[in-house]
């Protein structure tokens, strides 16, 4: 069965479970990126419960400051789907592709809030006096070497909208992305 997911170092979509090869780049998949992969697919890992989104719109939060209303479309076929997430990431622009934890995720990726007090499981909740329904991902919240903390990841539009995250920061993408 071919488990989609998309290759780490270029972000190309990669569908065929048998190789071992990125047919872009040519970018051999390490055996912990095609565990993630198979078990972002089938939905659990690291990543349970985190998708790839495009940003709608973005509006200021009247009398608070730092704070925007964001709708994320999260999958494609159905934009009924959007969510909406207050935040106070930098960088917020529609158009751009984000990485999104939603209700049920726990960030920092992969921790486990039973033993690490930095855990938090995403839910719904009321920011600033909003709705919100998820976070938009930083680097160091899916466990990324690099890139800045507080700047939601941009991601080019090969990543899939609706499919996971890539397992480690793409090459290519700058410091505060």
């Not at 973005?58 to 009924?80: C, G, T, W, Y």
Request: proline share 7%.
């Amino acid at each position: 069965m071919a488990i989609p997911f998309n290759c780490p170092e270029c972000g190309a979509a990669w569908d065929d479970d048998t190789s071992e090869f990125c047919m872009d780049c040519g970018h051999e998949m390490s055996q912990e990126e095609r565990d993630q992969a198979a078990a972002c697919a089938n939905g659990g890992g690291k990543y349970e419960n985190y998708v790839v989104g495009i940003v709608e719109s973005v509006e200021d939060v009247p009398k608070k400051a730092k704070l925007k209303v964001v709708e994320v479309m999260i999958e494609k076929d159905n934009p009924d789907l959007n969510v909406t997430i207050v935040t106070n990431a930098k960088h917020v622009n529609k158009g751009i592709r984000v990485v999104v934890a939603l209700p049920g995720a726990i960030v920092p990726a992969g921790s486990n809030p039973d033993e690490d007090d930095n855990a938090v499981i995403v839910k719904k909740t009321s920011v600033g006096g909003k709705a919100s329904s998820g976070m938009l991902c930083d680097s160091p919240m899916l466990g990324w070497v690099g890139g800045a903390a507080g700047v939601a990841v941009k991601l080019d539009d090969t990543f899939a909208v609706g499919g996971p995250p890539p397992a480690a920061r793409p090459a290519g993408l700058s410091k505060t992305d």
